[in-house]
């Protein structure tokens, strides 16, 4: 497989640790690589358009434009307005999630990664309203045959990856949602770390 950073430099890294959030500038044409570092966590991320933050990544948009719930190499994501916000480019996984919630917790204590999101969305006057919809990538999502969904353990093996390109100025912001499911034992027990790097 061809290296696609080929003749690219890391402009910009982030760690985000279990329950965090970060929030990161992206110039349309760079590129936005988000790497599991111990493998099993997920990688919530939403996206606006950097000079409207009304207009956002949208899971329905982005099923609706490529005709699939299910993303592959050259897949678009899409904004409200359908329009692509970023192709992928690189995929190790093969698995991730359009379709579900950021975890909510309750009315007295909403869930840690939720609280992180909408701390790190005000920082940047990102409107409350559209901080739900998020692709979350590496989560692994069942579909049964009566179109119930069942979470499974997040199939990214350690240093799995995807690669983004912006097809537009964005403002990314990229969260470490715990897994809902219990991975298997080791090391995998223990909170991780997801890396974004951010490469001109």
Same mark, same amino acid.
């Given at each position: 497989?061809?290296?696609?950073?080929?003749?690219?430099?890391?402009?910009?890294?982030?760690?985000?640790?279990?329950?965090?959030?970060?929030?990161?500038?992206?110039?349309?044409?760079? %590129?936005?690589?988000?790497?599991?570092?111990?493998g099993h966590q997920i990688a919530s991320v939403l996206a606006f358009n950097a000079?409207?933050?009304?207009?956002?990544?949208?899971?329905?948009?982005?099923?609706?434009?490529?005709?699939a719930i299910v993303l592959g190499k050259e897949s678009q994501l899409y904004s409200t307005?359908?329009?692509?916000?970023?192709? %992928?480019?690189?995929?190790?996984?093969?698995?991730?999630d359009l379709l579900t919630?950021?975890?909510a917790g309750s009315d007295e204590e909403p869930a840690p990664v939720r609280t992180a999101i909408a701390q790190v969305a005000a920082d940047r006057d990102i409107p409350a309203g559209a901080?739900?919809?998020?692709?979350?990538?590496?989560?692994?999502?069942?579909?049964?045959?009566?179109?119930?969904?069942?979470?499974r353990e997040p199939l990214a093996e350690r240093n799995d990856f995807v690669t983004l390109k912006a097809e537009m100025d964005l403002l990314v912001i990229v969260a470490n949602t715990p897994a809902g499911v219990r991975v298997?034992?080791?090391?995998?027990?223990?909170?991780?770390q997801i890396l974004v790097r951010v490469y001109r």
């Open positions: 497989m061809a290296n696609v950073l080929t003749g690219h430099r890391a402009v910009l890294a982030r760690q985000v640790a279990t329950g965090e959030a970060a929030a990161l500038d992206v110039e349309t044409g760079q %590129l936005i690589q988000i790497i599991d570092l111990a000079d409207n933050h009304d207009e956002y990544l949208s899971g329905a948009e982005t099923i609706t434009g490529n005709g307005a359908h329009r692509p916000l970023f192709s %992928l480019v690189e995929d190790t996984v093969g698995r991730h919630a950021l975890p901080l739900s919809d998020a692709v979350h990538w590496f989560k692994n999502v069942l579909i049964k045959q009566r179109g119930e969904i069942e979470e298997s034992g080791g090391d995998d027990d223990r909170p991780g």
